[in-house]
């Protein structure tokens, strides 16, 4: 069974920094490209940014909202996935989700984990 | 970026009922690269409908996907309890993007 599992999130101050996991099981991680959506209070689901899989190079792909300021790693030893987002502003609140790509040319997401919110406050 | 627009906000039905959900994209979705996903509050979202009307992995088949180009519709034959949800529209065709969902909500 295919599991997704992310932790990290928190409530933050604005300017800090925060790294988010995510562990999956149940796939051969490494094969696959891996992406983060977020989804703030109320609103509807936003694509951040993807991974693809090592052996399509390993490389990133942002939305422009948030391109500079976050950064997606992966480590395929321990089939886990990272989001780091610098900088942190208010409107970066949301409950981000990790979610497998079905492959590294079709971006559209055929499992995704529960979420973990992510709080930005004084 | 394509721009989703889902119809209606929120459709009020009950069970048994057909619900038909629409998303209009601002410009062509090349190859009918459209996802549906349905998501329920505290859980994750979950994949029903890729390519505009492929059925995933242990969807029933009471889901069905069809439209091209700008005009996309999501349709539940007859509505099962479990079927009260947000559901949103994905097109992956470029910059991957969503609706902004409808709520389909017990009547």
């Known amino acids: 069974e295919v599991q997704l599992v992310e932790s990290g999130g928190g409530l933050v101050q604005p300017g800090r920094s925060l790294r988010l996991s995510c562990t999956a099981s149940?796939?051969?991680?490494?094969?696959?490209?891996m992406s983060w959506v977020r989804q703030a209070p109320g609103k509807g689901l936003e694509w951040v940014g993807f991974i693809r899989s090592t052996p399509y190079g390993g490389t990133t792909e942002y939305a422009a909202s948030v391109k500079g300021r976050f950064t997606i790693s992966r480590d395929d030893s321990k089939s886990v996935a990272y989001l780091l987002v610098n900088s942190l502003k208010t409107e970066d609140t949301a409950v981000y989700f990790c979610?497998?790509?079905?492959?590294?040319?079709?971006?559209?997401?055929?499992?995704w984990g529960q979420g973990t919110l992510v709080t930005v406050s004084s | 970026d394509i721009v989703l627009t889902q119809s209606p906000g929120t459709l009020s039905l009950s069970p048994g009922e057909r619900a038909t959900l629409s998303c209009r994209a601002s410009q062509s979705v090349g190859s009918s690269y459209l996802a549906w996903y349905q998501h329920k509050r505290g859980q994750a979202p979950r994949l029903l409908i890729f390519?505009?009307?492929s059925r995933a992995t242990g969807i029933p088949d009471r889901f069905s996907g069809s439209g091209s180009g700008t005009d996309f519709t999501l349709t539940i034959s007859r509505l099962e309890p479990e079927d009260f949800a947000v559901y949103y529209c994905?097109?992956?065709?470029?910059?991957?993007?969503f609706g902004q969902g409808t709520k389909v909500e017990i009547k």
């Open positions: 390519g505009a009307s």
């Open positions: 994905q097109q992956y065709g470029s910059s991957p993007t």
């Open positions: 149940g796939f051969t991680f490494g094969d696959y490209t």
């Open positions: 979610t497998r790509q079905y492959s590294s040319a079709l971006y559209y997401f055929d499992y």
